[in-house]
């Protein structure tokens, strides 16, 4: 029996047992035979609680430095712990204050951020703009990005914030307010203060005290888990499957927040299926098979589908000929039934990516001239093309309709992805077996989801499934995820532990008539105060990628998130402008919990 068709047959075993154990759905109300009721949500007694779900590493390997590698954030519930200064609201192009209340520009090259009053950290410390200076601090030590448009940081008052630039940029805005959650100087002032002292000593990421500081840093494990929000991980129930994070009663927000307190379960799809089926998990970001979503639907269960801004990817190890040939990547990409993978993957949650720019589709008339979009080649499925291009190229096929390449070695190649990504893996099956279908014999290979980005920094692969685009209303961030982030010779987000999809940057592109250096493109774009400048190094970008394909996106992800009406009840209509915030990028979700608007059922 193969290892797929078991996992299955232990799922259904495990569902059936958790099935057994619970109340009957409801009988659904009249008119409502195709929606059936949920399961009988449970009387209100006792402390009143949410159950999510996230995966973790339980300790010892997980630990509670928040900054580096297995720290338990909690992916997206972070941020109920430790917030961010502010989340954008993207219907309303505006901000919603978070640990911060307010922002302006003192000129060009300066942010001037307010803090919020009278917040306490779970310890009983004052929040104050130390806590800001030294979060960022921190990040200085890690090089991280946001370093690269910063000079310093410094305390005005104990409320406000100056963040001084190295040149005007916009999208430094959403870097400051939005991607670093604010942590306690009680646990991390110490190694902030040792950053300062280095710097002040003229010191830098190329020093050996720097690294010497760091590679302690990375070592550090804090006892506790000190937060700012209004929810705080019970160390005491902390297990491989799950844990509870109490309401923090002192917090800012704790007469906000509705719930006693937020049970977190441990897993990836296969493990988070059955605890939905089963009334045990109210909200879910997991990407969950067709198969399982119509399970839910059956079931009454109501499902949330808001845009992600970006998808899965089919990446290239451009060190493998033919795989480095624009023109080969751009035959796979007519060869492949993007409609049809994207369907068996998610369903209506997963939408073919049209534009072929390498940022979301719903942004793209925000940032794409009509000229450029009426460039713009959508690469429909068109196998007839796609051979066309092939034997362009020298390529043939043999006696069993295989393709040679132009020197009479046969395609044929192994594709990889995280086994527990449902949804990934889905796709990867699928195109594996599209691209047989079509003459290129492709085996799917699932390898952990931990491993598989280990293995793809490596170069560690022939073709895989990856990331493409970003939750980020700029489209420089997307670029950087497409050119940088799997890539040795990238920008900001360059790889050094080995070559990635080895994709030079430096390409020559027909369609703009010239040289371009994809790098430094994507850095400019990010600089000045001009948004109407940097739209037009977009466009540039824009018509590039679509042209050269360094990875061919899929599919558009939305989510296909289940919210049972159990314990929660509160969820928008679908047509409500905050699930434009998508459920990762500034999530809906902990907007509505953080706002009160999501409440226990009573």
């Not at 096929?397 to 044929?412: K, P, Y």
């Not at 999530?587 to 608007?597: A, D, E, K």
């Amino acid at each position: 029996m193969n290892r797929r068709l078991w996992t299955l047959i232990s799922m259904l075993m495990v569902v059936a047992m958790l099935l057994a154990a619970c109340p009957a759905p409801a009988a659904p109300a009249p008119g409502a035979a195709d929606q059936p009721a949920a399961p009988a949500a449970p009387a209100a007694t006792g402390p009143t609680e949410m159950h999510v779900a996230w995966p973790y590493a339980a300790p010892p390997t997980g630990h509670f430095n928040s900054f580096v590698a297995n720290g338990m954030i909690l992916g997206i519930y972070h941020h109920v712990m430790n917030p961010p200064l502010f989340f954008y609201m993207w219907a309303e192009d505006d901000w919603m204050p978070m640990a911060g209340q307010s922002w302006e520009w003192a000129d060009e090259d300066t942010l001037n951020v307010s803090i919020i009053e009278g917040a306490v950290w779970s310890n009983g410390d004052a929040f104050t703009s130390q806590d800001v200076v030294d979060t960022f601090d921190i990040l200085r030590l890690q090089n991280t990005t946001v370093w690269r448009f910063l000079e310093s940081t410094e305390a005005i008052d104990d409320s406000t914030v100056a963040f001084n630039l190295t040149a005007p940029s916009t999208t430094v805005l959403r870097r400051i307010l939005r991607e670093v959650n604010i942590r306690p100087s009680a646990t991390y002032g110490e190694f902030a203060q040792r950053v300062r002292d280095l710097a002040a000593e003229g010191k830098t990421s190329e020093d050996a005290e720097w690294s010497t500081l760091l590679q302690e840093f990375n070592e550090f494990r804090p006892e506790e888990y000190i937060v700012l929000g209004p929810y705080q991980i019970d160390l005491a129930t902390i297990t491989e499957a799950q844990l509870t994070l109490n309401k923090v009663e002192t917090s800012y927000w704790a007469d906000t927040v509705n719930f006693d307190r937020l049970v977190n379960f441990n897993g990836e799809t296969p493990d988070i299926t059955p605890l939905v089926l089963a009334g045990n998990v109210d909200y879910a970001t997991h990407g969950f098979p067709p198969a399982t979503e119509r399970q839910y639907i059956d079931q009454g269960i109501r499902i949330v589908r808001a845009p992600l801004y970006t998808g899965p990817a089919l990446y290239f190890n451009h060190n493998i000929y033919p795989f480095n040939l624009k023109e080969f990547r751009q035959a796979l990409a007519y060869a492949t039934d993007r409609d049809e993978n994207g369907f068996v993957s998610l369903g209506q949650s997963g939408r073919r990516h049209v534009t072929m720019t390498g940022f979301s589709d719903n942004l793209a008339a925000n940032w794409l001239t009509e000229e450029t979009q009426a460039q713009l080649n959508a690469y429909d499925f068109d196998r007839d093309q796609a051979s066309a291009i092939l034997e362009g190229l020298g390529f043939s096929r043999n006696a069993d309709g295989n393709w040679l390449d132009d020197q009479g070695n046969e395609l044929s190649y192994t594709l990889t992805a995280p086994a527990e990504f449902a949804d990934w893996s889905a796709a990867a099956e699928n195109l594996a077996q599209q691209l047989t279908d079509f003459g290129i014999p492709t085996t799917f290979r699932g390898v952990n989801f931990q491993q598989h980005p280990v293995d793809v920094l490596a170069g560690d692969f022939e073709l895989a499934i990856r990331d493409w685009g970003t939750g980020n209303p700029h489209p420089h961030f997307a670029y950087n995820v497409n050119f940088n982030s799997y890539n040795r010779t990238g920008g900001e987000q360059a790889v050094t532990v080995g070559p990635g999809m080895d994709f030079p940057l430096v390409q020559t592109v027909d369609t703009l008539g010239a040289e371009i250096d994809l790098a430094a493109k994507t850095d400019e774009s990010a600089l000045g105060s001009d948004q109407a400048g940097q739209a037009d190094i977009i466009n540039e970008l824009a018509l590039a990628y679509n042209e050269l394909l360094p990875q061919i996106p899929l599919w558009e992800r939305y989510g296909n998130n289940p919210v049972p009406n159990i314990r929660v009840t509160g969820w928008p209509d679908d047509n409500d402008p905050v699930y434009l915030n998508g459920p990762g990028a500034d999530p809906f979700t902990v907007v509505l919990l953080m706002s009160g608007v999501l409440e226990p059922v009573q």
